[in-house]
């Protein structure tokens, strides 16, 4: 810890190495400011929670600001709105006429929805469509209905990783400053305000994340506890203990497993974050008793920590994938839901209603991995950190005198899925630094970064032949700004630094984070749709490959 100096002091006993201490409230920050020393330790203690609850109460006002708006069914909003009130009505999906009768008819408020409870054969599992539906349910079928939950959920989880920043590099001002780049990240911030399943993903993934920070830091704790104390009172590491010492039930993996399960039951590529989280985990463990003086610190793992790894994870995802399902199971008319009850074979001492899903699931899988048909947005992910190919979700060319427009070439509005660019090839570039920091200074909060962006991002290399799109990366845009600001506290400074060096590198980081800011503002009409002149539309497509 010694060169990244805003974790705190330097780690020598074991127990601070097992678990290194928040540093005692009032940093640098407020002492260069000016504050007292009492007065900053009141600041620091009160901006624990108080400064994410302002970072997300920001994000949030822009979010929900004209939800809305556009008044109309955006990109494939046609398909999971609809669904998700076809689960309010019989707890699973039923059929509709084409969008082109039923988008107009739901958009001019209808009496009678043109909805048949028919089942009908859908490319998802169930829960991103129940999130949905909970916000039609209190706002009815309308473009802020259908909206309200992903735009909630995208607040939320600014929030979520103000704190697990915080947790993450014992520093609430980087903790804050993490959630704050994902507040202006442009993509994050159009699916938040688009009734889509990926930013859901995002959402119960990084709260799987958080869930594992915290089992991480509360099961080296009892770890710590067990260790051996000399007749002068200080730890001292034992082979024995650091093989040997159990660390008792793990209530946060649970927890961690909940929110994976949610995750893979909105879509499926969050199975990968739990294969990923699984390793992830274990390699924590080992971390764990090596540095509690174990001498086999992998064997020591494997007997003491990987149950509770696989079993904390695995089956209670499995089981809140079948949970999710509940409305299915109990349902006649669910597409494919009695296809096992007059079939037998080899397998009939399955009950009939898992291997009807099993059958149902399977044609998915056929049917997801064999789509390739052509898409004018689709792009191959190689092309997605640098922003290659992002996806339009909405388009209209108003005439001058039509929806405010002014201009006598006429206007655009357009909603366009496209990170911030200046944040998203600043983090390419965090990615290598952080690549650096894992592998040659072996920085554990590095590894935790690399494996959650791999675990969204590697995965979709094996389906480069099929139809996917770039807005599927919002799912490790918080480990993207985890990232970014990992190489930002690293500008402030080492431990041991100069007041001086502090101010040098606190002005070179606020200039890049208000670039980025700067960056977002400007491309917040074409994330919004608002009518801007066509001029100034083509201006901010800066690659002939966003048109």
């Known amino acids: 810890m010694r060169d990244f100096g805003h974790v705190g002091r330097p780690s020598v006993s074991v127990r601070e190495r097992l678990v290194v201490p928040f540093p005692e409230p009032g940093s640098w920050l407020w002492r260069t400011l000016g504050f007292s020393p009492a007065a900053g330790r009141r600041l620091a203690r009160w901006s624990q929670w108080g400064g994410p609850l302002l970072v997300a109460l920001l994000a949030g006002l822009p979010r929900f600001w004209r939800?809305?708006?556009?008044?109309?069914?955006?990109?494939?909003?046609?398909?999971?709105?609809?669904d998700a009130w076809s689960m309010l009505r019989f707890g699973y999906e039923g059929t509709w006429p084409s969008s082109k009768i039923s988008d107009p008819q739901i958009l001019a408020g209808p009496q009678v929805i043109p909805l048949s409870d028919t089942g009908s054969f859908v490319a998802h599992p169930p829960t991103g469509k129940w999130v949905i539906a909970l916000g039609e349910w209190i706002f009815g079928l309308t473009p802020f209905g259908w909206r309200f939950m992903t735009a909630l959920l995208g607040t939320l989880s600014v929030l979520m990783l103000c704190r697990i920043g915080r947790?993450?590099?014992?520093?609430?001002?980087?903790?804050?400053?993490?959630?704050?780049?994902?507040?202006?990240?442009?993509?994050?911030?159009?699916?938040?305000?688009?009734?889509?399943?990926?930013?859901?993903?995002?959402?119960?993934?990084?709260?799987?994340?958080?869930?594992?920070?915290?089992?991480?830091?509360?099961?080296?704790?009892?770890?710590?506890?067990?260790?051996?104390?000399?007749?002068?009172?200080?730890?001292?590491?034992?082979?024995?203990?650091?093989?040997?010492?159990?660390?008792?039930?793990?209530?946060?993996?649970?927890?961690?497993?909940?929110?994976?399960?949610?995750?893979?039951?909105?879509?499926?590529?969050?199975?990968?974050?739990?294969?990923?989280?699984?390793?992830?985990?274990?390699?924590?463990?080992?971390?764990a008793r090596r540095v509690a003086g174990a001498h086999r610190s992998y064997r020591a793992a494997l007997r003491k920590d990987l149950g509770w790894s696989v079993l904390s994870l695995a089956p209670v995802a499995v089981l809140t994938y079948l949970t999710a399902w509940t409305g299915w199971f109990l349902s006649d008319n669910g597409y494919g839901r009695h296809w096992a009850d007059a079939r037998g074979g080899t397998w009939s001492w399955i009950p009939a209603p898992l291997r009807s899903l099993w059958h149902y699931e399977h044609s998915v899988y056929q049917f997801n991995v064999g789509l390739s048909t052509p898409h004018k947005y689709q792009s191959n992910p190689w092309s997605w950190p640098v922003l290659g190919r992002p996806v339009l979700f909405h388009y209209q060319s108003p005439a001058p005198g039509q929806d405010g427009c002014h201009a006598t070439a006429g206007c655009a509005q357009a909603i366009l899925a496209l990170g911030t660019p200046l944040l998203w090839w600043l983090a390419c570039c965090a990615l290598v630094y952080l690549l650096y920091r894992w592998a040659l200074r072996r920085d554990w909060r590095s590894g935790a970064i690399l494996c959650a962006v791999g675990a969204g991002y590697l995965p979709w290399f094996l389906y480069q032949d099929r139809t996917i799109f770039s807005f599927y990366a919002v799912v490790f845009v918080p480990y993207l700004c985890l990232a970014v600001t990992m190489m930002l506290g690293a500008l402030l400074g080492p431990a041991g630094a100069t007041q001086g060096r502090r101010i040098r590198g606190a002005v070179a980081a606020g200039l890049l984070v208000l670039l980025i800011a700067w960056n977002f503002i400007y491309f917040f009409p074409v994330y919004t749709g608002q009518t801007i002149p066509y001029a100034d539309w083509h201006a901010r497509m800066w690659l002939d490959t966003w048109i």
């Open 67 to 82: 939800l809305g708006s556009p008044r109309a069914v955006v990109f494939d909003e046609t398909y999971y709105a609809k």
């Open 167 to 287: 947790r993450l590099f014992r520093s609430t001002l980087l903790g804050c400053l993490a959630g704050a780049l994902m507040a202006v990240d442009g993509l994050h911030y159009v699916m938040s305000r688009t009734a889509l399943l990926d930013l859901v993903v995002m959402f119960f993934v990084l709260a799987a994340f958080g869930c594992l920070l915290i089992d991480r830091d509360s099961s080296r704790a009892r770890l710590a506890a067990a260790l051996p104390v000399d007749e002068d009172g200080r730890v001292r590491p034992d082979g024995h203990t650091g093989d040997r010492a159990g660390t008792g039930a793990r209530p946060w993996r649970l927890a961690a497993g909940l929110c994976l399960g949610l995750a893979a039951s909105t879509k499926w590529n969050g199975l990968y974050f739990l294969a990923f989280f699984v390793i992830l985990t274990l390699l924590w463990d080992v971390g």
